[in-house]
Structure formats: structure tokens, C-alpha cells
T-cell receptor, first 114, second 115 residues
Framework: AQSVSQHNHHVILSEAASLELGCNYSYGGTVNLFWYVQYPGQHLQLLLKYFSGDPLVKGIKGFEAEFIKSKFSFNLRKPSVQWSDTAEYFCAVKGAGNNRKLIWGLGTSLAVNP | SQTIHQWPATLVQPVGSPLSLECTVEGTSNPNLYWYRQAAGRGLQLLFYSVGIGQISSEVPQNLSASRPQDRQFILSSKKLLLSDSGFYLC??????????????FGEGSRLTVL
């Protein structure tokens, strides 16, 4: 069965620190990959996505993620975090094809201290 | 542009009482609609999805039901709430089953507390 694993449940950083949130999935075929973010008091929203092409994708607010097919990974990165990046981050994976469901990781709670 | 709204935002209900959470989408037609439950440390659990009016698929057996009386309206209901129904419920829409691409757009969420 498909699954998504986010390595860190809680991350605490100081402003200007670099961020990398791990995401690994188990699925042998073609996948669509997502990072969603939920800021405090706001709705869950798409941060970035990968469907095909360049495995390094850019998202909003300076975030990027790299798809490494051989490692089944889609880690989220940001060179310098800000206090406003404090949020819950979810990795999600969907296998190619209409009958494939979106599988979610358990989420990583990021707290950035000013 | 498309928008999605769900209400109420917060609800406190006694055990055994009924429930109705409503979600509406604007700016798109024939969307696929989803109800998720989000629990701390447990990610998002898909409860129901609908590909059209009157078409409901249930993902997990539970005390809840869903209905889609209109193209852009999705309702989550219960006849008798249990304590375990407490949680944060999210409505979402996308294109295609589970989103053809997987990209979903979420409402603001409804926090239900059952006492």
C-alpha cells in the first residue's frame, strides 16, 4: 500500500536558519508530489507541486523541493526561514491515474523563533 | 476565481445530538468534493468524496454521512454524535477523482467539540 512518511513531527528553528523537512513515499510508479501548508488560523493551501520535468520545484514564499526518484523522496527546503513560516507542513503523494488516491503524511509542525 | 466556504467554523454539541456541516464552492462547475478530518499528529483522513450530485463514496466506516444535494454543495451529517467525532473537519474541492492531479483547495475548516 502507498504511504508517506514525514521524518520530523516537530521542528523548532531560529529566524534565518535553514530548513529541510523530509518526505519519503512508498509507491513504485509515476507520482505527483505535493507540499501543503497550514498557517495558524488559516486554511490548508498548496505550497508547491511536482508533476514532471525539472525535479527541483519552486513554490511560494521562497520554498523549494527536490524530487529524488531513486530515494523516493521529496524534501522541502528554504535557505532562511522567517517567523511567518511558522506553520504545519504536509507532504502528499498521488500515484498516476484517475483511481489513485492522494496519500498524506502526518505533518510537521514548524515553529520559528524571532 | 474559485472560492470554497464551510460553516460553522466552530461547533460545540452534546453527545447524541445531530450534526450538519455545510460546504459550498463558487466559481467552478462539477467539482469533485471531499470531506477530511484532521487530527493532531495523525494527518488528514479522507472521510467522503463526491464526483457529482447524489454520488457519495465513503472511505471509512463511521458515525457520519455525507450528501451532495446540489452541484456545489457538500454536507457532512450525523444523526447522533459520539465523543470520538470531535475533531477538525475540512472540506476541499479538486478536479478529477481525488483531484486528477492531486491538487486540492481547502475550506477554512470546522472545529467540532462533542461533550
Amino acid at each position: 500500500a502507498q504511504s508517506v512518511s514525514q521524518h520530523n513531527h516537530h521542528v523548532i528553528l531560529s529566524e534565518a536558519a535553514s530548513l529541510e523537512l523530509g518526505c519519503n513515499y512508498s509507491y513504485g510508479g509515476t507520482v505527483n508530489l505535493f507540499w501543503y501548508v497550514q498557517y495558524p488560523g488559516q486554511h490548508l493551501q498548496l505550497l508547491l507541486k511536482y508533476f514532471s520535468g525539472d525535479p527541483l520545484v519552486k513554490g511560494i514564499k521562497g520554498f523549494e523541493a527536490e524530487f529524488i526518484k531513486s530515494k523516493f523522496s521529496f524534501n522541502l527546503r528554504k535557505p532562511s526561514v522567517q517567523w511567518s513560516d511558522t506553520a504545519e507542513y504536509f507532504c502528499a503523494v498521488k500515484g498516476a491515474g484517475n483511481n489513485r488516491k492522494l496519500i498524506w503524511g502526518l505533518g510537521t509542525s514548524l515553529a520559528v523563533n524571532p | 476565481s474559485q472560492t470554497i466556504h464551510q460553516w460553522p467554523a466552530t461547533l460545540v454539541q452534546p453527545v447524541g445530538s445531530p450534526l450538519s456541516l455545510e460546504c459550498t464552492v463558487e466559481g467552478t462547475s462539477n467539482p469533485n468534493l471531499y470531506w477530511y478530518r484532521q487530527a493532531a499528529g495523525r494527518g488528514l483522513q479522507l472521510l467522503f468524496y463526491s464526483v457529482g450530485i447524489g454520488q457519495i463514496s465513503s472511505e471509512v466506516p463511521q458515525n457520519l454521512s455525507a450528501s451532495r444535494p446540489q452541484d456545489r454543495q457538500f454536507i457532512l451529517s450525523s444523526k447522533k454524535l459520539l465523543l470520538s467525532d470531535s475533531g477538525f473537519y475540512l472540506c476541499a474541492w479538486g478536479q478529477g477523482e481525488q483531484g486528477l492531479t492531486g491538487e486540492l483547495f481547502f475550506g477554512e475548516g470546522s472545529r467540532l467539540t462533542v461533550l
